[in-house]
C-alpha cells in the first residue's frame, strides 16, 4: 500500500497550496482519511481528518476556516487546499488512511502514512 503526497511548496504568506494525495494497491474508499504535519523540532500534529463518505470532517483549531479537506473515492484520493497561508504553517505534511470509517484527531487510529510532502511559508 502507498499514499503518495504532492503538492507542496515554496510560498509567500497569504498564498494558497493544494495537496493532494493519492493511493494505490488498494482502496480506502471505506476508510477515514487525515492530514497530519510535522515542523522541525516538534512532533507531528493534527491538521484535518475526513470519514470515508465525506460527512464528517475535522479540523484543526489554527486551520479552521483556512484549510479545506476533500475526498474523491473514484480516485482514491483526498485533498487539502491550504488558504491564507502563515509562516507557523511551516512543515512536512503527511496523509494517512485511518483504521475505520471515522479515525478523527488521534494518529494512533491511522494505519497507513504517505511520505509527506514539504510546504514552507516566508513572511
Known amino acids: 500500500v502507498q499514499l503518495q503526497a504532492s503538492g507542496g511548496g515554496f510560498v509567500q504568506a497569504g498564498a494558497s497550496l493544494r495537496l493532494s494525495c493519492v493511493a494505490s494497491r488498494r482502496t480506502f474508499s471505506n476508510n477515514a482519511m487525515g492530514w497530519f504535519r510535522q515542523a522541525p523540532g516538534k512532533e507531528r500534529e493534527f491538521v484535518a481528518s475526513i470519514s470515508w463518505n465525506s460527512g464528517s470532517l475535522a479540523y484543526a483549531d489554527v486551520v479552521k476556516g483556512r484549510f479545506v479537506i476533500s475526498r474523491d473515492n473514484a480516485k482514491n484520493a483526498v485533498y487539502l487546499q491550504m488558504n491564507d497561508l502563515k509562516p507557523e504553517d511551516t512543515a512536512v505534511y503527511y496523509c494517512?488512511?485511518?483504521?475505520?470509517?471515522?479515525?478523527?484527531?488521534?494518529?494512533?487510529?491511522?494505519?497507513?502514512w504517505g511520505q509527506g510532502t514539504q510546504v514552507t511559508v516566508s513572511s
Open positions: 494517512a488512511a485511518g483504521l475505520s470509517a471515522y479515525s478523527g484527531s488521534d494518529s494512533g487510529r491511522y494505519r497507513y
